[in-house]
């Protein structure tokens, strides 16, 4: 069962009043007494592209006034104004997180995620330094506590056993597999990370690029070349995946995954090992975490799972639905209060939304524009 993650917010760097890189620091949008700057919307605004599935579809940086970067524009601006409306509330209430709170939290999801080698190589394939991850751990707890503040959190056994027998549906999974993988680790935003480490000699865009794909393609030949031996011998495959694996949750496994159902795995990874048959190692599989080689081990019939082995789900869904919903309230009401500025309008959401129209009505020769008229002209008549 998948929990809702609670938005985790940044907080703003002391840095930016440090007058390093003026334009950096310039204020694009003004929310209360804070500011939103043109270095926060970047990062979050690149991170977001880098990890975007949508990326895919063709370069978004090069084209700044193309529908998917807007899209992603208006989500990341929309985004930050929440972030800092919630900080704002978070310190007029005087809430504070010690490092004793995000070690706890720390180590609740490393325990979840199988230790700590496992928590490291998630955040190596994602890009995400320890500090990153422990800034976002930092900023979660303080939005959970500021949930707790604005609104009664409380779930009882009660209330996830009431909510397991009302959603059976919920707990019901299909086929599952039991497989193994090797992972040659080559995520985009990493890779770049990486290589642009050296700050005494940054490459420019074109450099920078062309690096990344070489990079890329390197490691698909590993991975190529390592399927291949074992499509002519799967009983090495135990070992090459200690040998080999950058996957450290599995590797020491000899690559097993155990059971699991195909939601449960990125769609190319289960994909294919859905369709492989039984003790067959598959071509090399590109995700976002990079290349898997795969073989099927063994396949279980579909069912139900028994309330015990997941009422701890059941239980975080249900206290992360609560804060959500806590934090949705504050925000809502904390909007109708806070004066939002937009020192630059190419950072207005309406203006970006405008654009979106524009996009949507040239790509439909002006029908989505007719649509939307006569929606409209409908609605005034009832």
Request: some cysteine; proline content about 2%; charged content about 35%.
């Amino acid at each position: 069962m998948k929990g809702s993650k609670i938005l985790a917010t940044l907080v703003l760097s002391a840095m930016l009043f440090t007058g390093c890189g003026l334009k950096d620091q310039k204020a694009v949008i003004k929310v209360g007494d804070g500011v939103i700057t043109q270095k926060q919307y970047d990062e979050l605004m690149d991170k977001s592209i880098a990890q975007s599935p949508l990326a895919q579809f063709g370069d978004m940086k090069g084209n700044k006034d193309g529908f998917l970067y807007l899209m992603t524009e208006q989500r990341v601006i929309n985004q930050l104004i929440i972030q800092e409306i919630l900080n704002q509330e978070a310190k007029s209430r005087g809430i504070k997180v010690s490092n004793k709170d995000v070690d706890e939290a720390v180590k609740k999801i490393m325990d979840k995620m199988g230790g700590r080698d496992k928590l490291t190589e998630v955040l190596k394939q994602n890009g995400i330094s320890i500090g990153e991850f422990k800034k976002d751990v930092r900023n979660q707890v303080k939005m959970q506590k500021l949930a707790e503040a604005a609104g009664k959190i409380k779930v009882t056994d009660a209330d996830c056993k009431a909510f397991y027998d009302k959603n059976p549906d919920k707990f019901k999974h299909d086929d599952q597999v039991r497989a193994s993988h090797i992972l040659i680790a080559a995520n985009d935003y990493q890779l770049q990370q990486e290589i642009d480490s050296n700050p005494k000699k940054k490459l420019d865009e074109k450099e920078l690029k062309a690096k990344v794909e070489k990079a890329l393609q390197d490691k698909k030949a590993e991975a190529e070349k390592l399927a291949k031996e074992l499509q002519t011998d799967n009983s090495k495959f135990a070992a090459y995946a200690k040998k080999y694996s950058e996957d450290p949750g599995s590797a020491q496994q000899g690559g097993d995954l155990g059971f699991f159902a195909k939601d449960r795995m990125v769609p190319e990874f289960a994909e294919a090992a859905f369709k492989a048959k039984p003790n067959t190692v598959t071509d090399p599989v590109k995700s976002q975490f990079g290349y898997h080689i795969i073989m099927v081990t063994d396949r279980r019939a579909a069912g139900i799972m028994p309330y015990e082995k997941v009422k701890s789900d059941i239980k975080d869904f249900l206290v992360n639905e609560k804060q959500i919903e806590a934090l949705d309230k504050l925000t809502v009401a904390a909007k109708k209060k806070v004066k939002i500025e937009y020192v630059d309008e190419n950072f207005n959401p309406e203006v970006i939304d405008k654009k979106l129209k524009k996009q949507v009505n040239d790509a439909t020769n002006g029908q989505a524009e007719k649509v939307r008229e006569a929606t409209m002209k409908d609605n005034k008549k009832k």
